[in-house]
C-alpha cells in the first residue's frame, strides 16, 4: 500500500470515526491518568479538538513522560492535577463523575523494572488496584480503557501474535502489565466496571520524553538523529517490530472508549508493516539526514530481556470495531522528526 | 482403583522416592517459608525424617495457618524463624546457604484478596519479590519452589486443565498468585534462578488452621462435621474438584526440589478423581458420623469469584518425574478426621 492509498483508508477512518467519536465525546467528561505524558497528552488534544472537558492526572514523576509543554496549546482548556494513581483519596476524587478514563498512567521502563522491581510492582501493581478500587467505589459505570503491553507476551513462540497466544514475560515490567490487565478483567467480572485492555506494541510520535532511552527507543533514535550522535545497533538489528504511530494508537483508545460492545475484552494493536531494529534505524537517518549508525554487541542487561521478533495480529479490534493503523511508518517518521526539530528545546 | 491398588502403588511411590529423595535431602540445609503452616509443616515434619538440616520460616501472622502444635514432634530438630518474607533483611540473611527453598508462605485467602486487596498484593507480589531479589544476591544457586495455585486458571473453558491452559483468574489472590509465578520465571531466565512452580489444586489433611472458613473449605467441612454443626452447600454441589491428600503433595515438593530437570518448570498437581463438592461433604459427614448437611443459596461474595468444574491434568509432572497421587479420597479422609479427633484442641 503507498502513501496516498494510506491517507485515503485514513480520511476513511477519520470520517467514520468522526460520527461515531465526535458525538460520544462532545461534553462528556472524560479523565485520563498520565495525561501528561506521551500518549496521555496526544488523546488529551485529540479530545479537546473533539470538545470534550478533560481532565488530565499526572504525578510529574521525574525522568517520567509529563511535559507540560505537551499540552502548551490545550491547557486553558483542560484540568491539570498533579496527582499519583497511589494517591487513594486523590484517586477517588478525580475519577468521580468522569464517563470515560483512560488508564495510561504507569511505570513503563523495562530496564527500571529489573533494577528496581519493588518501584514496579507499587506502581503498576499496588497503584493500579488503587485506581480500580476507587473507580469501584465512587464511580462503577465507567468506561476505562487501560494501556496494556506487548511485553506481557514476552520472547514470542511464533508471529504474528494473537491476544490468545502465551503470556511468557522476559521482565518484571511485562509480569505486571499482565497482572493490571488481569486485575481490570477481575474487576469487570466481579464488580461489573466496564474495563478494555489495548495491548500496545511500540509507539512513537511526537510528545514522548526524549530525555534518555530507558523507554520509547525509536523516539531516542530520532534524538540521536537529530543531534548527528552515534546511534548504536545491537547485535545485527535484524529483529522485527510493530511500530505504531501516535496518532493510530489515540483512535483506538477513542474508537474502544465509545464501544459498550468492548467492555471486558483485551485487543492487540499493532501497524501491519514489521520493520527490522535495523531498517527503523536506516530510515530515521535518511529522513534526518543526519547520524552516524554503528553496529554494536548487546549489553547484558538488555540482552537477558531482548524478545527478538514480536509482529501483532490486531484482527480481534480490526473485525470488532474496524480500527485500522493508518499512518505509515516513513510517514510518521517524518511527522514525528519535523515535530521535534522545531520543538527540541523543550525535549531536551 | 480400589484401597489396595492405591496402597500398592504409594508404597511403590514410597521406595523409588526413597532411592531418590533420601540421598538427596539427607544432610542437607533446607528452608521452607510460611514453614509452620498446613504444607511447610508438613513439608518440614517429612524432611526431618528423610534427616534433613531444615530452617522453617513463619511470622504467624493471626488467622494464617501457622501454628506451633503443627510441629511439636520436631520442634527440637528444626530452626525457626519468625520472619516475614517482606523483611528484606531477615530474607537475606536466611535464604543464604540453603540448598533448597520450598517457598510457600503467601496470603491464601481468596476472599480476604478481594476485601483487601493492596494487602494481597504486598505479599504475593511485593513481599514474592524480596523473596527472590534475597536469593538472587545471596544465593543464586539454591532450588527453589514455589507454591501456585489453581487460583491462577480462574473459571475454566474445559476440564481436565493443563498447564498450557488460559489464565483468566477470578479473584486478585489468582492473579497474585500467578504474577508470582511469573516473577519466579523470570528470575530464571533473566538471572538463573533453579525456580520450579507446583500449581496445588485443593489440599486437605493434618495441621491445616481450622479457626476460619476463609481457605481450606474441605478442611473446615471438617469441622463442621466434628462439631455436628449444619455443612452448608451452596447451589447444588455439583462443582467438581480435584482434592489433594497433603502427604502426596509434600512428595511432589520433594521430588520436585531434588530434580534439576525440573528448573524454570511449572507443573499442575491434581488427584485422578475429580469428586463434587457434595459428594465430598457427604463423604466426609458419612466418615465423622455427625453433621447436618443443608442446602444454602451462594452467598453473592462466594459466588461471584466461583469457578465452576476444576479438574487438573497432571500428566506434564506424571510424565517427568514419576509423581502421582497416592491416597484415595476416602482414605485421606479418614486420616484427617483421625487426626483432628485427636488434636482437636490444638486447632479450635
Known sequence: MDSNQCYTRLSKNIERNKKMVTTYYQNKKIAITGGLGFLGSNL??????????????????????????????????????????RDEKAM???????????????QTSHIDSMTDPLYDVDINCRGNLIFLEACRDVNPDAKIVYAGSRAQYGKVESIPVSEEAPIHPVDIYGA????????????????????????????????????????????????????????????????LRDYNYVDDVTDAFLRVGCQQETDGETYNLGSGEPVSFREMVECVAKIAG???????PWPAERKRIEIGHYIADY???QNKIGWNPCVH????????????????????
Not at 92 to 106: A, D, R, S, T, Y
Not at 290 to 296: H, R, T, Y
Open 290 to 296: 543526519s547520524g552516524k549508525i554503528v553496529f554494536l
Open 176 to 239: 505486571n502489565k499482565h497482572v493490571g490487565e488481569l486485575y481490570h478483567q477481575i474487576y469487570h467480572k466481579v464488580y461489573g466496571l466496564r474495563t478494555t485492555t489495548l495491548r500496545l506494541t511500540n509507539t512513537y510520535g511526537p510528545r514522548h520524553q526524549m530525555k534518555h532511552s530507558k523507554y520509547g527507543i525509536q523516539n531516542w533514535i530520532i534524538r540521536l538523529a537529530l543531534d548527528n550522535e552515534e546511534i548504536p545497533i545491537y547485535g545485527d538489528g535484524s529483529q
Open 92 to 106: 477517588k476524587k478525580l475519577v468521580k463523575g468522569q464517563e470515560v478514563i483512560f488508564h495510561i498512567g504507569n
Open 44 to 85: 488529551a488534544i485529540e479530545l479537546v479538538r473533539l470538545r470534550a472537558k478533560v481532565t488530565v492526572i499526572d504525578p510529574m514523576i521525574p525522568l517520567y513522560g509529563g511535559n507540560l509543554y505537551n499540552i502548551k496549546e490545550i491547557k486553558d482548556k483542560i484540568d491539570i492535577h498533579y496527582n499519583d494513581i
Open 329 to 348: 511508518f516513513e510517514d510518521g517518521l517524518k511527522r514525528t522528526i519535523a515535530y521535534y526539530r522545531e520543538h527540541r528545546n523543550y525535549y531536551w
Open 315 to 317: 484482527q480481534k479490534i
